[in-house]
């Protein structure tokens, strides 16, 4: 299991990208969370298999029909919060 924190950066908000992400990362059985950041970005921790994990960053840079990903951060998250399921959270 690995822990990933990515931050998303583009055409990312107003466009259903928060819901996009959460039905990919349910897709592919990860834990975790995501929101909206007040900068204009996405911000995401996600949980499961490396495997699987590298698949929802692939997904993550190629973005939802209606975004433009620009860039996206990745970095280990070594927080200790429990994660449980994925959900979406309030924009920080």
Do not use: C
């Not at 939802?64 to 996206?72: E, I, L, N, Q, T």
């Amino acid at each position: 299991m690995i822990r990933r924190r990515l931050r998303i950066t583009g055409k990312v908000q107003g466009v259903f990208y928060r819901a996009w992400f959460a039905e990919q990362a349910e897709s592919l059985g990860l834990a975790g969370w995501v929101r909206n950041r007040a900068d204009g970005s996405v911000e995401a921790v996600v949980e499961g298999a490396a495997e699987t994990v590298e698949q929802a960053i692939e997904r993550t840079r190629r973005g939802s029909p209606a975004s433009r990903v620009d860039d996206v951060e990745v970095s280990d998250d070594m927080s200790d919060e429990r994660l449980d399921g994925f959900v979406t959270r309030r924009t920080l």
